[in-house]
């Protein structure tokens, strides 16, 4: 079956680094897109980073030279480097998995068919 393992999350201070990391299983990862979702206690879910098939990428403005997303088909496995780390950056952090169709649609939750149990980072102050 599909699984998607999300890894890497914590507690650090502000303006650390974490690397978070997604396993996945079960489908074609290499004809994938893949994206990084986070859910805030109290808000929804919201679009992080995403990465096409090809290696596009599309990056929230709140994401925007802070972190990148990275792939490795060899390994079925997705990352996302987060640097500079602010306490606004607290939540759980889940992978998702789509077929390819659009650009906009990697930004889009409802178009992801497959999820992680995500990882929860929390930056402190």
């Known amino acids: 079956q599909v699984q998607l393992v999300e890894s890497g999350g914590g507690l650090v201070q502000a303006g650390d680094s974490l690397r978070l990391s997604c396993t996945t299983s079960?489908?074609?990862?290499?004809?994938?897109?893949m994206g990084w979702f986070r859910q805030a206690p109290g808000k929804e879910r919201e679009f992080v980073v995403a990465?096409?098939?090809?290696?596009?990428?599309y990056y929230a403005e709140s994401a925007k030279g802070r972190f990148t997303i990275s792939r490795d088909n060899a390994k079925n496995s997705v990352y996302l480097q987060m640097n500079s780390l602010k306490p606004a950056d607290t939540a759980v952090y889940y992978c998702?998995?789509?077929?390819?169709?659009?650009?906009?649609?990697?930004?889009?939750?409802?178009?992801?068919?497959?999820w992680g149990q995500g990882t929860q980072v929390t930056v402190s102050s």
């Open positions: 990465i096409s098939w090809r290696g596009a990428t």
């Open positions: 998702a998995s789509k077929r390819s169709t659009t650009f906009e649609a990697m930004r889009t939750l409802r178009e992801y068919d497959y």
């Open positions: 079960g489908y074609t990862f290499s004809r994938s897109d």
